[in-house]
């Protein structure tokens, strides 16, 4: 049962566009979602969050758009870097299940690939 | 310089032996967690634990165990019962549990088993 869900196994941009990755979730108890980035051979750094009261957080060219009715997240890169090139994981941590600990629940990742 | 360390970056083994995976932090964090990545799945909780002599299971802890008798580390040992066992396996360390704590990751295992 994957809760949280990053379709795109694949994304490519050119240098300077922007670039969009989106991920799904399905459970209504999840309050706080974050983005993972992980070069190879590398654990993955923390990015960027959002909390389930806002709608939007930026940190310079890294902005999250939670849409909570429709259960949807997105990250835009702008402008997109070859630097940025990596594999980007949402998570998404809440009251799910009735645990209070705050587990998080991974997507799949998506390949974000920048061409110069 | 503070971080995570994981050793070794890759480790083969037969099938039916069991194999320990090290994590150390130097971070002076309270909270440890193993994940397991398999190719097209996200990060899959094994165990956590929030302070010393303390941990709880994940989603995935079958054929797993742990141990936290120092701050600093948290190895997890991989036994014969896990039916799955080749994986690239990731530690994690954080100030305290819960999401606003970021969590920070070593560089992970390669584990493969033949």
């Known amino acids: 049962d994957q809760q949280v869900k990053q379709n795109s196994p694949s994304l490519s941009v050119q240098e300077g566009r922007i670039s969009i990755l989106n991920c799904d979730y399905t459970n209504s108890m999840f309050d706080y979602f974050l983005w993972y980035k992980k070069y190879p051979a590398e654990g993955p750094t923390f990015l960027i969050s959002?909390?389930?009261?806002?709608d939007k957080n930026e940190d310079g060219r890294f902005t999250v758009f939670l849409n909570k009715s429709a259960k949807h997240l997105s990250l835009h890169i702008v402008p997109s870097q070859p630097g940025d090139s990596a594999v980007y994981f949402c998570?998404?941590?809440?009251?799910?299940?009735?645990?209070?600990?705050?587990?998080?629940?991974f997507g799949q990742g998506t390949i974000l690939t920048v061409h110069p | 310089d503070g971080g995570i360390t994981q050793s070794p970056k890759y480790l083969f083994r037969k099938e039916g032996q069991n194999v320990t995976l090290s994590c150390e932090q130097n971070?002076?964090?309270?909270?440890m967690y193993w994940y397991r990545q398999d190719p097209g799945q996200g990060l899959r909780l094994i165990y956590y634990?929030?302070?010393?002599?303390?941990?709880q299971k994940g989603d995935i802890a079958e054929g797993y165990s742990v141990s936290r008798e120092k701050k600093e580390s948290f190895p997890l040992t991989v036994t014969s019962a896990q039916k799955n066992p080749t994986a690239f396996y990731l530690c994690?360390?954080?100030?305290?549990?819960?999401?606003?704590?970021?969590?920070?990751f070593g560089p992970g295992t390669r584990l493969t088993v033949t």
């Open positions: 959002i909390s389930s009261i806002k």
């Open positions: 971070l002076n964090h309270d909270a």
């Open positions: 634990s929030q302070i010393v002599n303390d941990f």
């Open positions: 998570a998404a941590s809440g009251r799910a299940g009735g645990t209070s600990y705050g587990k998080l629940t």
């Open positions: 994690a360390s954080s100030i305290g549990t819960g999401p606003l704590y970021e969590q920070y």
